[in-house]
């Protein structure tokens, strides 16, 4: 493997997928401004998720209607022009 490339700033976090509240601890280097306490009584890094595994189709063998106006709405708003 090459030497250097892969990033050395992993630590635990909490995945939450916001469709169903699920939550589980898991390794990232992704950033995050959010914390929340775990099981354990320590404090992690939140990441939402949209879909997790208990919630996409494949795996729970059920459609789910997914608000996609919400989310291009949303969108629109969090990048819109702001006028100054």
């Known amino acids: 493997m ?3 490339i892969h990033p050395t700033s992993y630590r635990k ?3 939450k997928d916001m469709s169903n509240e699920y939550m589980f601890l898991g390794a990232s280097c992704t950033n995050s401004k959010e914390t929340l306490k ?7 890094p939140l990441i939402k998720l949209e879909i997790s ?3 996409h189709p494949y795996f729970t063998g059920k459609m789910k209607f997914i608000d996609t106006a919400g989310r291009i709405d949303k969108f629109k708003k969090k990048y819109a022009k702001k006028d100054s």
Not at 38 to 43: H, L
């Open 2 to 4: 090459k030497p250097n």
């Open 38 to 44: 775990w099981e354990d009584g320590n404090e992690y």
């Open 53 to 55: 595994h208990t919630s």
């Open 13 to 15: 976090v909490i995945f």
